[in-house]
């Protein structure tokens, strides 16, 4: 048996509460802030793969393989959501000749 890996402390789950946090609020920051739709998507998924962090780190830390079940549909729906969200920026892209999200009003005409 490898002696290396028993000798490693465990990380808290603390360390992963913050770490969650910490990637939920970037991406929370990046939708608020930032008018690029493809911007916006990448900070919609960074704000669900730290929910997936946080439910996979409570399932080990509670023993449960409930969560990861979870986090498992959780990345089949954010796929979903990405080719949706691909396919709708192609065509906003080929009204506007632009994916600033300032720019869709002129899709109302």
């Given amino acids: 048996m490898n002696t290396f890996l028993s000798t490693l402390p465990a990380v808290p789950i603390n360390s992963y509460i913050a770490l969650s ?3 939920f609020c970037i991406g929370a920051l990046g939708v608020m802030i930032r008018r690029n739709i ?3 998507l990448m900070c919609i998924e960074l704000m669900l ?3 997936n962090l ?3 780190a409570f399932s080990s830390f ?3 393989a409930d969560g990861q079940v979870f986090v498992f549909f959780v990345m089949a729906v954010a796929a979903a959501e990405v ?3 691909l396919g709708i920026i192609v065509m906003i892209y080929r009204n506007t000749f632009s994916i600033d999200i300032d720019r869709l009003s ?3 005409n």
């Fill in 21 to 23: 946090a910490v990637l």
């Fill in 54 to 56: 946080l439910l996979t």
């Fill in 62 to 64: 509670k023993n449960d």
């Fill in 83 to 85: 080719a949706v969200g």
């Fill in 106 to 108: 002129e899709l109302k």
């Fill in 38 to 40: 493809i911007i916006m």
């Fill in 49 to 51: 793969n730290s929910v």
